[in-house]
């Protein structure tokens, strides 16, 4: 079946709800383009015209008379080969993929935005939200002057050996006296190699959250572990614990929006997740298995956790289509109503948007593209396209949720592939700090099984408390706490089934799963169990042990 939807309806985007754009995306890759936004204080420079040009570059850089050997044949091949492995990422040209170009550069130093790649196209506006929510954190806190409070912070982080030139340029170069890592090192000579550009104001659609909760929670996360642990883990350490926390609150985010929204549709008023309260419980409950048992109980739950999620967000896309088409009809239709709507607060808006569905000037405006959807499908479809349009208007739902139906059966397919990216991407099943282990190919597979790295992100985040703008690190405190700030703050669960698998089967399988999350703490040298009493047994902070 062809549903052929007319051209100014085949946008599936709509960031003021989703805050992001559904899409596969790249952590890693969206770095450079952060830490230039903390340092520009939201300002960003336009890419290279010559990405392609990396054999220019290498050449550059083997020429540099701080680096010895690498200007003869064999030397040039060496060092392509650390700078491929270990310092740019090379990806294919263009949509054709015809060539290949100079994708990014790894964000092992600050001073990583030089080069002004990637292109911010398949950022998906993450990069942007996360400053702007850290920086709205601060101000919460009334932090003063929070931009440059921010960039001294990440500077203290991953600014070791990198002076920064003065405001309106902002050109990062080694200092020259720094002893710092030899990737970090060759890093600032490849980047000296690119001219900087001109810097403008980076645009951004955020006004406010419809899940203020998620997204506090985010910045939270984000700015406790800046605060706490810049300085005090190397940089490369740093930003692999900061991009896995990066991953875990993005792939989220989504899931919190969906619930959020269908809770409106269902009984119009607001989730908890919805309140304006930066101390809202986590709703979310991705069990995850630590027993690494393929087939085993636990190993089953963390599976159909997964495919909860996945129906979730599958879910999710006819509600979005809905409120996009109510919020349009509104604009077009109550004028001055529809502004104010617009305007409101996106916890209120959401409401406000769900009691016009019966409004009757909504329903005629959702006629009229219905009747736009017929004309198209008319000219392009089948009958028995035309047939099923027929059965739908001869239906006794609402116009404008007719009008849904008919948007779901003829942009789903890219929709939900789109969507897809994003639950694996984010999830991270490609990624040495994925929440996710799997077949990329085989949805059935996933199952939410934390990697070392990003159970290290974790119990490094759960030790920190926000007092104010200050943050406070614990050196301990006593497992069933640690598990209750994993469950309440991260929506992690470890020794308890969710809510809606809960049966004694599932409680056995939690039970064995809690001794293997206190195995893998073991190995990491951070649990005190001397006793076999539950209420005896502690965790250390992991950086403590080191």
């Not at 698998?501 to 951070?526: H, I, P």
């Amino acid at each position: 079946m062809t549903i052929v939807i007319p051209k100014q309806l085949r946008s599936l985007e709509f960031t003021e709800l989703t805050l992001v754009e559904l899409n596969d995306i790249d952590v890693d890759r969206l770095l450079p383009h952060l830490w230039e936004l903390v340092v520009k204080q939201g300002r960003m420079s336009s890419a290279p015209k010559d990405a392609d040009d990396y054999g220019r570059y290498l050449g550059a850089l083997a020429a540099n008379e701080r680096l010895e050997g690498f200007d003869d044949e064999h030397g040039m091949k060496v060092l392509d080969g650390w700078l491929r492995s270990s310092i740019v990422r090379i990806g294919a040209k263009g949509r054709a993929r015809s060539g290949t170009q100079m994708d990014y550069i790894q964000p092992l130093t600050i001073a990583s935005y030089r080069a002004g790649l990637p292109k911010t196209r398949r950022h998906r506006h993450a990069h942007t939200l996360i400053y702007h929510l850290l920086i709205e954190r601060m101000k919460l806190f009334g932090v003063e002057a929070p931009e440059k409070n921010l960039r001294y912070a990440l500077e203290k982080a991953i600014g070791a050996g990198v002076e920064i030139g003065i405001d309106g340029q902002w050109v990062p170069q080694y200092d020259g006296r720094t002893d710092i890592d030899i990737n970090a090192l060759l890093s600032l000579y490849f980047l000296e190699e690119f001219t900087p550009l001109g810097a403008r104001e980076a645009t951004s659609g955020f006004r406010s959250s419809v899940v203020p909760g998620a997204t506090r929670g985010l910045a939270r996360d984000l700015l406790d572990y800046l605060v706490a642990y810049g300085g005090r883990l190397t940089p490369s350490a740093f930003v692999d614990r900061f991009a896995a926390l990066i991953s875990l609150r993005l792939f989220q985010l989504p899931l919190r929006v969906a619930r959020a929204t269908r809770h409106v549709l269902n009984t119009g008023e607001r989730s908890e997740d919805m309140r304006d309260d930066a101390d809202v419980a986590n709703p979310l409950e991705l069990y995850c298995d630590f027993t690494r048992v393929r087939g085993s109980a636990s190993d089953e739950l963390a599976r159909q956790c997964v495919l909860r999620d996945l129906e979730i967000m599958s879910g999710f896309m006819p509600d979005r289509l809905l409120l996009r088409s109510l919020r349009e009809a509104a604009l077009a239709t109550l004028r001055k109503r529809g502004e104010e709507i617009r305007n409101l607060p996106m916890p209120d808006s959401l409401v406000a948007m769900v009691g016009l569905r019966e409004d009757m000037r909504i329903n005629t405006y959702a006629d009229i593209r219905i009747q736009e959807i017929e004309t198209e499908t008319e000219e392009n479809g089948t009958d028995e396209d035309l047939e099923f349009i027929a059965s739908v208007r001869d239906s006794e739902a609402l116009s404008i949720e007719q009008l849904t139906t008919l948007l779901v059966e003829g942009l789903s397919r890219t929709a939900l592939k789109n969507q897809v990216g994003w639950f694996s991407s984010t999830g991270g099943i490609k990624k040495p700090y994925g929440l996710i282990t799997g077949s990329p190919n085989s949805r059935r597979s996933w199952r939410y099984a934390p990697s070392d790295d990003l159970m290290y992100a974790l119990l490094l985040v759960s030790f920190t408390t926000a007092q104010g703008p200050e943050v406070r690190l614990r050196g301990r405190m006593p497992i069933v706490e640690l598990l209750k700030v994993l469950r309440d703050r991260l929506g992690i669960l470890i020794d308890r089934p969710p809510a809606a698998f809960d049966s004694v089967d599932n409680r056995a399988a939690a039970a064995a799963n809690l001794e293997a999350f206190k195995r893998r703490l073991r190995l990491l040298g951070c649990f005190d169990g001397l006793s076999d009493d539950f209420s005896a047994q502690y965790v250390r902070n992991p950086l403590e042990t080191e």
